[in-house]
């Protein structure tokens, strides 16, 4: 997916000339990119402006999300744009990497610079290095209400005089910030910047500026911040070495001009401090206390653990039941039976499976977007640090390892607050080996057959296999990828209350981004396996059976020479529990278990189900439902007779490890692209395979 | 004040050396922050006990991090104090100027500061910055 603002109209005409572009009768359009560091509200802003046309995408051949949304203002076509935060043009994460070449990419945009008023000195010199793009600009001036809480009253009209740029204020009730940021963004204009660099620097600015897009690229250039452009490297590398007899290091040069003239800026542009201490510092005095901290940081992640999948589960209970519902419904309908079977076991079992993730990722997202600008996430990254370093992954990895005990598809959804790239990729990479909840029903059932009296035991170790497997994965990845790590320098913004409409907008712009990429990967493996199951061959079996009893000789040497074992693999892609119904199926034998409700019985049960649900959800508050899983005595019983004890645990290690499930997958594909989908397919099955074989062959 | 980097230059008016330290004072510490005194000794910022304060004399390491670093106010001649750490060998949490951030250890060790107070540090100096730090130069 590439970011929505990429695909259409790149270089739209008519949005030069902002000043008339409000008078013009004809529609224009126009592009806005918003820049800031990270914490500073851009997303709040956007969503002030035109929030219930919030879309993510990534950008495009990135996995760094990129939020935009299309409004109209005063008759032009706006699209806005919400850059990833960063401190700085020349990046120092993947994140921020991508900022300088969206600039670039979208000449014709208009650059609205959002500067944090707690934090002036430090985001004008964003601004200053904005300026030297020679790109019309816009500053607004965010937390201007925090920043006279902490006693910095500021003045916006000295700092648009000093600067050159309009400058607004925008003020907490965002929705009038939105209409000044209109009005200054018609008198957007480019500034010729004074930041007094030495003299050595300027002259080979002079020189240098001829070969390169701008001002900007030239100093960077010198300071070696970006590659040399084409054409350019000879007098670049001359410039530098003219500097360096000269004894002069530009990077540091450079930044520290910037540094001195951002603080004159601010203070020009300060009218009072009498500086009183950020609230949030004595927060985190408790809150990040050597001994409370941790204690602090395990409650959260398992409050947030609990809400993820609490919440979710009536709804997803329930669209269980509009499911179940609609097959009835189909089935009562006058239709040829192979066009009744493709609609209730593919079409509306797909399309079930697909939407029984939309409760998990909204709730999922909703958390995320909360802990995420509320400030809360820096610090669970600050107090995991140390404990998720000794696994070879930065502090912020816990949240998604812990989430995947749940489900491993919201967990791969989790890596995306991960700064770098290749540590998202780790642990993406890592994470289909801890076991989820859908495993658990399969090992209880199993172990409840072979080993009941060390059930729980057999079911404790399958889950810390499943976690040793994983740490081992992210160590051996970090090996062998070799990606660079995210830095532990990161800020620790103040707290902060996001907007719920921001957080619940967000949520649904990326639960309908998830949807929209994985939605038909799953109804096409759903359909498959309907087709497996559907077709009958000459010989009178079915093509499933055929399949599985081809691939039986694969496993004999796990001890699962059983054709229905494996079979049960099969339908299992799809969610490891349906591995139970499978084997149910090819022991036990058919029956439909329960009849189909008819039209009225079913609006019935759905209206029931409704209300269910929403009072489950309450409940879930402060509880689990705890729905224990009955075990099929006569299933048991005939397994015991398929397999061995030592084949039995083998099957269990072999499921737990194998292809994740096709939603796991879908994810893994939308973040990382098919490649690396198609590496954890084999990565795993390797790795379940080996393990299970040692299983098998170790077991007394 | 440490000597300005642009070697002499004349700077944009407002940017006088007292300008500079009010400004420092407004977007500075917050005021219940001790000042740091003028220093002796220098040694890594991991080295610094909780409660230390320091100046950033040099910044190490990869070209990247010394970026991030300054950008979040880890620049040579800035104040920083060290507000705690987490625990098993995890990250400081410091404040430097305005921003409030955390800093792995490892990290830290790249960062050489000056301290004013010998007793808050705990331990030896144990590496020299490396070859490729940038290092104030003092005039």
């Known amino acids: ?700 | 004040m440490k000597p300005d980097l642009a070697t002499g230059d004349s700077v944009a008016a407002p940017t006088t050396a007292a300008a500079i330290d009010v400004a420092m004072a407004a977007s500075g510490r917050a005021d219940s922050a001790p000042a740091c005194a003028p220093c002796c000794v220098v040694c890594p910022l991991s080295d610094l006990a909780r409660g230390g304060c320091a100046r950033v004399v040099s910044l190490a390491g990869a070209p990247r991090l010394q970026r991030r670093l300054m950008a979040l106010g880890l620049r040579p001649s800035a104040e920083l104090a060290v507000l705690g750490r987490a625990p098993g060998n995890g990250p400081l949490e410091l404040r430097a100027g305005t921003v409030h951030l955390m800093l792995r250890a490892c990290e830290a060790q790249g960062v050489m500061v000056e301290v004013d107070d010998a007793s808050s540090r705990p331990a030896p100096i144990r590496q020299a910055p490396a070859d490729d730090a940038y290092v104030l130069p003092t005039v």
Request: hydrophobic share 55%; aromatic share 6%.
């Open chain 1, 1 to 700: 997916m590439s970011c929505p603002r990429c695909d259409a109209n790149g270089a739209s005409a008519g949005a030069q000339d902002r000043g008339t572009a409000a008078v013009v009768p004809h529609e224009t359009t126009a592009t806005w990119c918003l820049v800031g560091t990270p914490n500073v509200g851009k997303s709040s802003l956007i969503n002030a402006i035109a929030g219930s046309q919030l879309q993510v995408g990534n950008w495009s051949g990135t996995t760094v999300e990129v939020a935009s949304a299309t409004t109209r203002i005063r008759g032009t076509r706006v699209e806005l744009v919400d850059l990833p935060g960063a401190y700085a043009l020349a990046g120092t994460s993947s994140e921020e990497d991508v900022v300088l070449p969206a600039l670039m990419a979208h000449p014709e945009a208009l650059i609205v610079n959002v500067v944090d008023a707690t934090h002036l000195a430090r985001d004008l010199t964003l601004t200053l290095e904005l300026t030297e793009l020679g790109r019309p600009l816009v500053v607004a001036l965010n937390l201007v209400e925090q920043a006279a809480d902490r006693g910095v009253g500021l003045d916006p009209a000295a700092l648009e005089a000093a600067l050159g740029v309009p400058v607004v204020a925008l003020p907490d009730h965002r929705r009038h910030g939105a209409g000044k940021l209109v009005d200054a963004a018609e008198r957007a204009r480019t500034t010729a910047t004074a930041i007094a660099y030495p003299e050595v620097i300027a002259d080979a600015v002079a020189r240098l500026a001829p070969h390169v897009a701008s001002r900007w690229h030239a100093l960077a250039t010198l300071a070696a911040e970006v590659p040399d452009a084409a054409g350019a490297h000879a007098v670049a590398a001359t410039e530098r070495a003219t500097l360096d007899a000269a004894g002069v290091d530009p990077f540091l040069a450079i930044a520290e001009a910037r540094h001195r003239a951002a603080v004159a800026l601010a203070t020009g542009a300060t009218l009072e401090h009498e500086r009183r201490a950020d609230p949030s510092e004595r927060v985190d005095r408790i809150v990040l206390h050597p001994v409370v901290g941790p204690l602090a940081l395990v409650a959260g992640l398992a409050l947030t653990f609990h809400l993820t999948f609490a919440v979710s589960t009536p709804w997803i209970d329930f669209f269980g039941l509009v499911q179940e519902v609609a097959a009835g419904w189909v089935a009562a309908l006058p239709l040829p039976a192979l066009v009744a079977s493709f609609l209730s076991g593919a079409l509306i079992e797909g399309v079930g499976t697909v939407v029984s993730f939309l409760p998990v990722l909204f709730v999922l997202y909703v958390l995320l977007g909360f802990l995420e600008n509320a400030g809360i996430l820096a610090r669970v990254a600050y107090l995991a640090d140390g404990l998720m370093r000794a696994i070879g992954l930065p502090g912020r990895a816990i949240l998604p390892m812990v989430l995947s005990i749940g489900c491993t598809v919201p967990a791969i959804q989790a890596t995306r607050t991960l700064e770098e790239r290749g540590d998202r990729l780790r642990v993406a990479l890592a994470l289909p080996s801890i076991s989820c909840s859908a495993r658990l029903p399969v090992f209880v059932l199993m172990a409840a057959a072979f080993v009941p009296a060390y059930a729980a035991v057999v079911v404790t170790g399958l889950y810390l296999l499943g976690f040793v497997v994983a740490i081992a994965s992210a160590l051996l990845f970090r090996r062998v990828l070799r990606t660079p790590e995210s830095s532990g320098a990161m800020e620790l913004p103040s707290y902060r209350w996001p907007p719920a409409s921001l957080v619940l907008r967000l949520a649904w712009a990326r639960t309908r981004a998830f949807l929209q990429s994985a939605g038909g990967p799953i109804l096409l493996v759903v359909s498959a396996i309907w087709l497996l199951l559907e077709v009958t061959l000459p010989s009178g079996a079915s093509l499933f059976e055929a399949v599985a009893r081809t691939l039986a000789p694969l496993f004999a040497p796990l001890g699962l020479g059983d054709w229905r074992i494996v079979g049960a693999l099969i339908p299992a892609a799809v969610a490891k529990e349906v591995a139970i119904g499978s084997m149910a199926l090819t022991f036990v034998g058919g029956g439909d278990a329960t009849a189909p409700l008819g039209f009225l019985a079913g609006l019935g049960a759905l209206g029931v189900g409704l209300l269910e649900a929403a009072r489950d959800t309450l409940t879930s508050l402060w509880g689990f439902g705890g729905g224990g899983d009955e075990v099929d005595s006569v299933l048991t019983a005939r397994l015991s007779g398929a397999l061995t004890t030592a084949g039995a645990m083998a099957f269990m290690v072999f499921l737990l490890l194998y292809v994740p499930c096709i939603a796991t997958l879908a994810a893994l594909r939308k973040a990382f692209g098919t490649r690396w989908m198609a590496f954890s397919i084999l990565y795993q099955t390797t790795i379940a395979y080996l393990l299970a074989w040692g299983v098998y062959a170790l077991w007394p």
